[in-house]
């Protein structure tokens, strides 16, 4: 099982509003990630969770908040988001270590849209 | 930082034929992995390689990790209307030591593959 869930599948928000990403996963893995995608262009890493500790922030604005509660949870958290934020959220996970255990397997994505 | 050239960037073909892309990079990785993304969902894990010149298939694809450990490619036989999506490269480095226990990936820029029955 390599499953990785998202939900929303789909969020509008006005720039005004605080709402959250949630992520989960139930393969016992230790690292959880979050990236932004524009469309037809790769994913851009935001952060990196390993082992339920922010490892990896990749320089991002802090309208963005993760928090990684346990180790199957990730959330995002958006306040004050801006238009150009809107892009497809996606999560991943890993299983942590060298080699094979650094395989990372995607969720569907959130599609959020900051009017 | 690092960067991969992934190529061709399109590729418009009839069914039934077969479709060949690639990544270049720069620098070494110690793994490489191929994505295909359909619209509006998340990157779904294709083939996974681990080893310089190691050659992998699954299913009607077939990857290749270059010996050189710097490129990689990605053949799919016989395409398939559902073949039709973006197809990442990616390239990902030893994790780093010391405790942490992750990986961070580079992408090459993806290749939009259209397919006409």
């Known amino acids: 099982d390599t499953e990785v869930t998202q939900t929303p599948k789909h969020l509008v928000m006005g720039m005004t509003n605080k709402k959250s990403l949630k992520c989960e996963q139930h393969?016992?893995?230790?690292?959880m990630y979050w990236y932004k995608q524009k469309a037809k262009k790769p994913p851009e890493l935001m952060f990196v969770y390993s082992y339920e500790k922010l490892s990896i922030n990749e320089s991002v604005p802090s309208r963005f908040s993760p928090e990684c509660p346990n180790s199957s949870l990730l959330n995002l958290h958006l306040h004050a988001l801006q238009p150009e934020d809107s892009a497809l959220y996606l999560c991943a996970s890993s299983q942590g270590g060298q080699g094979a255990f650094n395989t990372q397997y995607f969720g569907p994505g959130t599609r959020l849209t900051v009017l | 930082g690092q960067q991969l050239n992934q190529s061709p960037q399109s590729m418009f073909i009839q069914e039934g034929e077969d479709v060949s892309m690639n990544c270049t990079s720069s620098s070494i990785f110690n793994t490489w992995l191929w994505y295909k993304q359909d619209p509006g969902e998340g990157p779904v894990l294709l083939i996974a390689l681990y080893k310089a010149g190691e050659l992998t298939s699954n299913g009607r694809l077939t990857a290749q990790f270059g010996i050189t450990r710097k490129d990689s490619f990605l053949n799919i036989s016989a395409s398939i209307p559902s073949d039709v999506g973006i197809y990442f490269c990616?390239?990902?480095?030893?994790?780093?030591?010391?405790?942490?226990?992750?990986?961070?990936?580079?992408f090459g820029q993806g290749t939009i593959l259209t397919v006409h029955p």
């Open positions: 393969m016992g893995h230790r690292a």
């Open positions: 990616a390239g990902q480095l030893r994790a780093p030591t010391g405790g942490t226990s992750y990986g961070k990936l580079t």
